[in-house]
């Protein structure tokens, strides 16, 4: 319970009183956790500001520019006025492109009413998890997952279920084990391809088993697709382009954050049948309103732009991923797959945690406060023993940062 202390005063004569109130948070509060990569992120930042030499191997975010042809058409929204609110659910030119594109690059038969527009995936997701999950609803999750998805459907009442996904199986889920935790409870299912933090992208094998589970349970899927541009030597294959039957129960949620550098745009979509975007517009109407008029713009120009300067990030991405694996296979003993997608390494650090570093936060705070570093540790994403390593930093960085960290566990073993 949470005591507020409230000040009553009459401040004119001087007296101020103060009373303990017993007003309490709601039970939802206990659910708002603040996000961890943003506040390593944040941390890191902090002290580069303060002058420290710090490499950041922690952000989630794409470290190019957002693309000129996208700041000036919002720039040219402002210039023109387009700075008032709009349709809640995005304005219709936006819809159109991306049930455009969701039809012509994902095979995703769309309209654009299907379309809502939101501030970033994250409130995508967020809407998704409202209007689908009950309170008691049991919804399944891969681990390790991104946590957000664990904290949205207890924040909407539901009950989160892992069912783990091995790294002997470069992190691609095994069917059986999650059939193993489905329940009459089971209401939904979050898959996210590629996948933050282990870089898994799921192929269409593995993606017709869930949704033959999900048809059979009669499950939603709601499947997160931000990285989907973000592939290397894969195929990103959308979940509901496998039949009609999938579509009907399925919300793809993508955005621009990371496809096109625009993080702070906040700007994402989800698409779903149809009575489900209705209500996720319902609901946008008595949180949000609109994303911001101008930033729809830029992301409208986002998806019509030619896909050659998202290709370009995507090939130094990947130049950035052999890179970095080729830096951390000369540190002895530690294994690093190669992932096929987002821009993340999930290394395995478990042999290097000792009686005095113990934990992969441990680690990461050594790594950080010694090496200058930082990383984001494997728990926050229910995967103990590892860490995530982000490669949206320079070559030489990449070099510079994860010769650091080698140093580092070198120490460890000895
Ligand atoms: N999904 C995943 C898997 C992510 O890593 C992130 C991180 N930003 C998001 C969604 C949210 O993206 P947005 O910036 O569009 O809210
Ligand atoms: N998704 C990014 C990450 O995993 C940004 C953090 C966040 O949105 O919480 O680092």
């Not at 970033?120 to 809407?127: R, V």
């Not at 539901?158 to 199986?169: F, I, L």
């Not at 934990?359 to 023993?385: I, M, N, Q, R």
Request: net charge negative; proline share 6%.
């Amino acid at each position: 319970l949470f005591a507020a202390i409230a000040g009553i005063g009459d401040y004119s004569s001087g007296v101020y009183l103060q009373s303990v109130t017993t007003l309490c948070l709601s039970s939802r509060a206990a659910y708002a956790n603040p996000s961890p990569t943003l506040a390593m992120t944040a941390k890191a930042n902090a002290l580069k500001a303060s002058g420290a030499d710090v490499i950041s191997f922690a952000a989630g975010e794409p470290d190019f520019a957002t693309p000129e042809p996208i700041c000036q058409a919002a720039h040219r929204a402002i210039d023109e006025g387009f700075t008032k609110y709009c349709p809640t659910a995005g304005i219709k030119e936006l819809r159109e492109a991306i049930a455009q594109k969701l039809h012509d690059q994902n095979g995703i038969p769309c309209s654009p009413d299907q379309v809502v527009v939101s501030c970033g995936a994250k409130h995508s997701l967020y809407n998704s998890a409202q209007m689908l999950i009950s309170p008691g609803d049991e919804v399944l999750l891969i681990a390790p997952y991104w946590m957000t998805y664990y904290d949205q459907i207890q924040l909407a009442g539901g009950v989160p279920v892992v069912a783990r996904a091995e790294a002997a199986d470069h992190f691609i889920p095994n069917i059986d084990a999650l059939k193993e935790k489905i329940s009459p409870r089971t209401r939904a299912i979050f898959l996210n391809t590629p996948c933050n933090p282990t870089g898994a992208v799921y192929g269409r094998k593995t993606l017709e088993e869930i949704a033959s589970l999900a048809l059979r349970h009669d499950l939603w899927i709601v499947c997160d697709e931000i990285y989907e541009k973000l592939v290397y030597g894969q195929t990103h294959i959308s979940i509901a382009s496998l039949g009609p039957e999938v579509a009907e129960r399925t919300v793809t949620v993508g955005g621009c954050s990371k496809s096109f550098a625009m993080t702070g745009w906040r700007i994402g979509y989800a698409a779903a049948p149809q009575p489900v975007a209705k209500a996720m517009s319902s609901f946008q109407d008595s949180v949000t309103s609109n994303p911001t008029s101008f930033a729809q713009k830029g992301a409208l120009e986002a998806f019509k732009m030619p896909l050659d300067t998202v290709e370009k990030m995507r090939q130094e991405f990947e130049t950035r991923r052999d890179l970095m694996r080729a830096e951390f296979l000369k540190v002895e003993g530690l294994d690093v797959p190669s992932p096929g997608g987002a821009f993340y390494f999930l290394v395995c650090v478990q042999p290097y945690l000792n009686d005095k570093v113990s934990s992969d936060h441990a680690l990461a705070e050594v790594l950080l406060d010694e090496a200058g570093v930082a990383t984001v540790p494997g728990t926050v994403f229910d995967a103990p023993g590892y860490l995530r390593v982000s490669y949206t930093a320079s070559r030489d960085n990449i070099k510079r940062g994860v010769a650091r960290i080698a140093d580092v566990l070198a120490k460890q073993i000895i």
